[in-house]
């Protein structure tokens, strides 16, 4: 049973700081490469950035430079550190195991924590 829970969102000025946090089942996060996913309102969810098993990472372009994802694979927990906030990062945050092709489980989300962005 895929299980995630999110946790670390809130409401920050432009150029603060958020670190978010996963708690994923173990069965899914340790043989799986995991992601970090948002979707704001009115638009579809877009990948933020992954991560695999081993360590190795992608970003989204816009993020670049100002997040960074990390995983405790001891605690089957997953982080996005994210600094300098700008408006446009306001949305809802979600983990799921993450592929090229999409989520691994696009059935199970949990249930977001959100991320809101004054300007």
């Known amino acids: 049973q895929v299980q995630l829970v999110e946790s670390g969102g809130g409401l920050v000025q432009a150029g603060g700081s958020l670190r978010l946090s996963c708690a994923a089942s173990g069965s899914i996060f340790r043989i799986n490469a995991m992601g970090w996913y948002r979707q704001a309102p009115d638009k579809e969810r877009e990948l933020v950035a992954g991560i695999t098993s081993g360590g190795s990472t992608i970003y989204r372009e816009s993020v670049k430079g100002r997040f960074t994802i990390s995983r405790d694979n001891a605690k089957n927990t997953l982080y996005l550190q994210m600094n300098s906030l700008k408006p446009e990062d306001t949305a809802v945050y979600y983990c799921?195991?993450?592929?090229?092709?999409?989520?691994?489980?696009?059935?199970?989300w949990g249930q977001g924590t959100q991320v809101t962005v004054s300007s």
């Open positions: 799921n195991a993450y592929t090229a092709w999409g989520p691994k489980f696009p059935g199970s």
